[in-house]
């Protein structure tokens, strides 16, 4: 009894050692010096005692058109303070609408943003698609609404900007941003977020989740869309395995997992579920459409001179599928062969050509495959800017979402 209840202390201690990471003081403690601010088109420049003004106070200013090709500012402050809470909302949330919507963050007034990610895919899940989940950083209570927890510092000033890249008027967009006021007695770190995508990834090249970003920082985590390609079936797409390469590492990393889905905290395949820290929000194997999210919160990936991130496009299946694959002309490389335990390493056989080699065992087959892989990367660094490219044009962001 007693080391059970050591054991649930243990833990609960542990849990609150967590949740400080990201709440940074005791719920009853009120700092000195430390005002809160809350921008909306109510009170766009979150001025004091200014909100609502239009209409004679009665709800006069709850949204804003965004015209095609234009954009709209949510926030724009000078000064020191934390960004804690995004909220918005609009009504058309079709797939074009969601990679079309362009969501930035500038910090410090830099000219160059720190965050430039599809409004969809910033906000957790990509596909152009939404559903209801809740994680520590992210949360949609109805599939309708898009809300995000990440603390975002800055010490002379913060910008968000939403720009509609379609051709399409937006009717409506509602919002609200809510921070703090105060002053970084030390160095701070910068919240960035990176976007990619590939419609077919190359084969045998592994897709990245994170070009390589210079500098001390923290890696977040991310959130992958996965849409399979309809040549390789109803295969497992799912056995690539997620590569860090941190602080100089070349050829091979240093940190490395198992498998996509272990990775995200499951195992053997992959079905919905949404956890604090992973989760898979869409798992549609009718249709080949994955979205899936791990954040290292209690398991920090710390960086001081550099980071790159990488995940493997692999799949598999039983061997007389991928030979069938194979026959009927599907674009793969065989990798390995787990055969009653007996795990043969394809690639390291010097005389290999192809799976009717007789003396090949029987089993399950891993291979290279190619499908479209789309990231968002969540990094924290030390500079308000990086190095990394901006966003892809739109038509490739919105081609074959459906």
Same mark, same amino acid.
Request: aromatic share 12%; glycine share 8%; proline share 5%.
């Given at each position: 009894?007693?080391?059970? #209840?050591?054991?649930?202390?243990?833990?609960?201690?542990?849990?609150?050692?967590?949740?400080?990471?990201?709440?940074?003081?005791?719920?009853?403690?009120?700092?000195?010096?430390?005002?809160?601010?809350?921008?909306?088109?109510?009170?766009?420049?979150?001025?004091?005692?200014?909100?609502?003004?239009?209409?004679?106070?009665?709800?006069?200013?709850?949204?804003?058109?965004?015209?095609?090709?234009?954009?709209?500012?949510?926030?724009?402050?000078?000064?020191?303070?934390?960004?804690?809470?995004? *909220?918005?909302?609009?009504?058309?949330?079709?797939?074009?609408?969601?990679?079309?919507?362009?969501?930035?963050?500038?910090?410090?007034?830099?000219?160059?943003?720190?965050?430039?990610?599809?409004?969809?895919?910033?906000?957790?899940?990509?596909?152009?698609?939404?559903?209801?989940?809740?994680?520590?950083?992210?949360?949609?209570?109805?599939?309708?609404?898009?809300?995000?927890?990440?603390?975002?510092?800055?010490?002379?000033?913060?910008?968000?900007?939403?720009?509609?890249?379609?051709?399409?008027?937006?009717?409506?967009?509602?919002?609200?941003?809510?921070?703090?006021?105060?002053?970084?007695?030390?160095?701070?770190?910068?919240?960035?977020?990176?976007?990619?995508?590939?419609?077919?990834?190359?084969?045998?090249?592994?897709?990245?989740?994170?070009?390589?970003?210079?500098?001390?920082?923290?890696?977040?985590?991310?959130?992958?869309?996965?849409?399979?390609?309809?040549?390789?079936?109803?295969?497992?797409?799912?056995?690539?395995? #997620?590569?860090?390469?941190?602080?100089?590492?070349?050829?091979?990393?240093?940190?490395?997992?198992?498998?996509?889905?272990?990775?995200?905290?499951?195992?053997?395949?992959?079905?919905?579920?949404?956890?604090?820290?992973?989760?898979?929000?869409?798992?549609?194997?009718?249709?080949?459409?994955?979205?899936?999210?791990?954040?290292?919160?209690?398991?920090?990936?710390?960086?001081?001179?550099?980071?790159?991130?990488?995940?493997?496009?692999?799949?598999?299946?039983?061997?007389?599928?991928?030979?069938?694959?194979?026959?009927?002309?599907?674009?793969?490389?065989p990798v390995t062969i787990d055969a009653a335990n007996n795990f043969i390493k394809l690639l390291e056989i010097?005389?290999?050509?192809?799976?009717?080699?007789?003396?090949?065992?029987?089993? *399950?087959?891993?291979?290279?495959?190619?499908?479209?892989?789309?990231?968002?990367?969540?990094?924290?660094?030390?500079?308000?800017?990086?190095?990394?490219?901006?966003?892809?044009?739109?038509?490739?962001?919105?081609?074959?979402?459906?």
């Amino acid at each position: 009894m007693k080391i059970s #209840v050591n054991i649930s202390l243990f833990l609960i201690f542990t849990f609150c050692a967590f949740s400080n990471q990201i709440v940074s003081q005791e719920l009853y403690e009120i700092p000195e010096n430390t005002t809160t601010g809350w921008s909306s088109f109510e009170n766009p420049d979150a001025a004091k005692g200014s909100g609502g003004v239009e209409n004679k106070g009665a709800k006069g200013h709850a949204f804003n058109k965004i015209e095609a090709k234009k954009s709209v500012t949510l926030l724009d402050i000078k000064g020191s303070g934390v960004v804690n809470r995004i *909220w918005l909302t609009f009504g058309d949330r079709s797939p074009e609408m969601l990679r079309s919507l362009v969501i930035e963050m500038y910090w410090n007034n830099a000219e160059k943003p720190a965050v430039t990610v599809p409004i969809g895919d910033f906000f957790a899940i990509g596909l152009g698609e939404r559903v209801a989940f809740e994680s520590v950083f992210f949360s949609d209570p109805e599939g309708r609404s898009f809300n995000c927890y990440i603390p975002m510092p800055f010490k002379t000033g913060a910008k968000i900007i939403v720009r509609n890249e379609s051709e399409k008027d937006l009717k409506a967009l509602f919002y609200d941003v809510n921070f703090i006021n105060k002053e970084h007695s030390e160095d701070i770190s910068y919240l960035h977020a990176y976007w990619n995508r590939e419609n077919r990834t190359e084969l045998k090249e592994d897709f990245e989740i994170l070009p390589t970003v210079e500098g001390k920082g923290r890696f977040l985590g991310t959130n992958i869309g996965v849409a399979t390609a309809k040549e390789y079936e109803d295969t497992w797409w799912g056995e690539g395995e #997620v590569k860090m390469y941190v602080d100089g590492d070349s050829e091979y990393p240093s940190l490395i997992g198992s498998g996509t889905e272990d990775y995200i905290g499951t195992a053997y395949g992959q079905g919905a579920y949404a956890h604090n820290y992973q989760g898979s929000p869409i798992a549609d194997q009718e249709n080949g459409k994955y979205a899936f999210y791990r954040y290292h919160v209690p398991d920090p990936i710390y960086f001081y001179n550099d980071i790159r991130i990488t995940i493997q496009q692999m799949g598999g299946a039983g061997q007389k599928k991928v030979k069938q694959l194979i026959a009927d002309g599907a674009d793969l490389i065989p990798v390995t062969i787990d055969a009653a335990n007996n795990f043969i390493k394809l690639l390291e056989i010097e005389d290999f050509k192809n799976l009717n080699d007789p003396n090949l065992p029987e089993g *399950w087959t891993n291979f290279f495959r190619s499908d479209d892989l789309s990231a968002t990367a969540y990094f924290y660094l030390d500079s308000p800017v990086s190095e990394l490219s901006g966003l892809p044009p739109i038509e490739d962001r919105i081609t074959d979402l459906n």
